[in-house]
């Protein structure tokens, strides 16, 4: 099947910028957070989860681990980004041991929002802590490429916002307000953004993958159209005309460069869509099903299990299970 002329022209105006088309999208569809005052010595650990975490530092002193990277200072004004949200502790020195969550007062302020202190003599540390849920799959690919953890202020040299939002946030941070939780949510999403910007321009070139993909003039402009639509009724034919080559060489510059075919990534990319409506959302099997553009609920659920090996009906009864971040600790 073919799109129609009108179809066709909304598709082309594309930006050539993918990554922009990408990130258009992205919002944190879900953030926790507690601002916490501790005084050393204080030392948090922060298990494994499936969501994004960020950490940043209004007031010294405050000092993070992971197995990857060891014990890295962090100084005033700085954010620390765990993508794939890898365990981590948080300390006000790399000698302090045990968890010292236990032995401080957690006060739940509502909207997502806790207040954490830990009473004591020394030096204060004064920190925005939170768990951030993705409501754009899009990110999906990328998030998995990036690095365990990545700190604002060696990237904020490549984005001259950086600085300043960082600023902003010490400055909200330290003198909480009426209204300081949503803008400091709306500071996070901005500035994760930014981030995740700023690290795919700095990352070293490829041939192949999903950066490089995103990168390429023609295979980019698919990508985009593809995340933005994924429902649409995508043929080779089509896909061939936006990035303006012939299906054969489209086809094969898709492979080569993502390492599958342009169906076989729009398959995926529609199953992990149908798994973030069908959990987070709550949709209904059918409206899925329809949203995603299958003919019927029968065949977007065998091509749903053929890809995650699991039923949607199964999906929409857990994950909805694993969503509570418990404000991020």
Not at 12 to 24: C, F, K, R, T
Not at 176 to 186: E, F, K, V, Y
Not at 260 to 268: H, I, N, S
Request: hydrophobic fraction near 40%; glycine fraction near 10%.
């Amino acid at each position: 099947m073919s799109i129609s002329s009108s179809e066709a022209s909304s598709h082309q105006n594309i930006p050539m910028d993918a990554l922009s088309e990408v990130l258009q999208d992205f919002r944190l569809s879900g953030v926790n957070y507690g601002r916490c005052e501790l005084r050393h010595p204080w030392s948090i650990a922060f298990p494994q989860q499936a969501f994004l975490r960020f950490h940043f530092v209004s007031q010294g002193p405050c000092w993070i681990h992971t197995e990857a990277e060891g014990w890295q200072e962090l100084r005033k004004g700085d954010l620390v980004l765990l993508p794939q949200g890898t365990a981590h502790r948080l300390a006000s020195a790399p000698d302090v041991v045990g968890d010292s969550l236990d032995g401080c007062q957690i006060t739940n302020l509502g909207s997502n929002v806790c207040e954490v202190m830990r009473e004591g003599t020394g030096a204060a540390s004064t920190l925005f802590c939170g768990s951030m849920a993705l409501g754009a799959c899009a990110l999906n690919p990328l998030i998995t490429l990036m690095p365990p953890i990545i700190k604002g202020c060696d990237v904020a040299g490549h984005d001259p916002i950086v600085g300043p939002l960082l600023a902003a946030m010490t400055e909200e941070a330290a003198q909480p307000q009426m209204g300081s939780a949503t803008i400091l949510s709306r500071m996070a999403d901005l500035l994760t953004a930014r981030l995740i910007r700023c690290w795919v321009h700095c990352t070293g070139a490829s041939t192949t993958g999903w950066l490089a993909a995103i990168r390429d003039p023609h295979i980019g402009r698919v990508l985009a159209a593809m995340h933005r639509d994924p429902g649409h009724n995508w043929t080779l034919e089509n896909l061939a005309g936006l990035a303006g080559q012939s299906r054969s060489i489209f086809a094969e510059r898709f492979s080569a460069v993502l390492g599958e075919g342009p169906a076989r990534y729009l398959a995926r990319l529609r199953m992990q869509l149908a798994g973030e409506l069908l959990g987070q959302n709550g949709m209904s099997v059918a409206e899925v099903a329809a949203r995603l553009g299958y003919e019927s609920e029968a065949s977007f659920a065998r091509a749903f299990k053929r890809i995650t090996n699991v039923s949607p009906g199964v999906v929409r009864r857990t994950i909805s299970r694993r969503t509570d971040m418990n404000f991020g600790f």
